[in-house]
């Protein structure tokens, strides 16, 4: 059974900074592209950002290109996201989810149950 | 990027009636496009990949139709458990730019 726990979530403060972490089980950690999707409260979903298998290749949605960045550890089965310059919008529960990629793009078959990022001074 | 529009926004259903779902892409996106299902204080939930692919231990309820722009998620005989939020995903790009629906929410009447 795949298995995906977050951590890391919390309160800080405009500007700051914060690291999540996602620890996986139940699958080939190494051979899988992994993702952070979030969703503020009562709100929608966003894919954030998308990391290949080996960690050659990042990518990440606009609004935090160049302030967040997506890290993984293929021998401990986890991966990263370190979050810096926060912004109050990005206030919102973050998911990892393990990608299926057919071809291009990617959808998400497996899904962590998630940790709350609150951005607030 | 490709804008994904679902509607209605909220749908009420009688138990075992039929419920439909739609979603809209901005362009066409082939049959590159997901469904999944939220409960309240859970992860989203994968039912449907590739238009109308059942994922795994999925019920045969469930149902997804479409291509190209146009998508649709039925579900045949509303349950009670089928009480929730539902999100379409398209995933044709390259690089990465993956987008979700606002999602429509499924209440039982």
């Known amino acids: 059974e795949v298995q995906l726990l977050e951590s890391g979530g919390g309160l800080v403060q405009p500007g700051g900074s914060l690291r999540l972490s996602c620890e996986a089980s139940?699958?080939?950690?190494?051979?899988?592209?992994m993702a952070w999707v979030r969703q503020p409260l009562g709100k929608g979903l966003e894919w954030v950002a998308t990391?290949?298998?080996?960690?050659?290749?990042?990518y990440y949605v606009d609004s935090v290109r160049g302030r967040f960045s997506a890290s993984r550890d293929n021998a401990k089965d986890s991966m990263s996201l370190q979050m810096n310059s926060l912004r109050a919008e990005d206030t919102a529960v973050y998911y990892c989810?393990?990608?299926?990629?057919?071809?291009?793009?990617?959808?998400?078959?497996?899904w962590g149950q998630g940790t709350l990022v609150t951005v607030s001074s | 990027e490709i804008v994904m529009t679902q509607s209605p926004a909220t749908l009420s259903v009688s138990p075992g009636e039929r419920a439909t779902l739609s979603c809209r892409a901005s362009?066409?996106?082939?049959?590159?496009l997901a469904w999944y299902q939220q409960k309240p204080g859970q992860a989203p939930r994968l039912l449907i990949y590739?238009?109308?692919l059942r994922a795994t231990g999925i019920p045969a309820r469930f149902s997804g139709s479409g291509s190209g722009t146009e998508f649709t998620l039925t579900i045949s005989s509303l349950q009670s458990e089928d009480s929730a939020v539902y999100y379409c995903?398209?995933?044709?790009?390259?690089?990465?730019?993956?987008?979700f629906g606002q999602g429509t929410k499924v209440e039982i009447k």
């Open positions: 990391i290949k298998h080996d960690g050659s290749e990042k």
């Open positions: 590739g238009a109308s």
């Open positions: 139940g699958f080939t950690f190494r051979s899988a592209w």
């Open positions: 989810a393990k990608e299926v990629r057919p071809l291009s793009g990617a959808f998400f078959d497996s």
């Open positions: 362009q066409g996106v082939s049959d590159n």
């Open positions: 995903q398209q995933y044709l790009n390259w690089p990465p730019q993956e987008t």
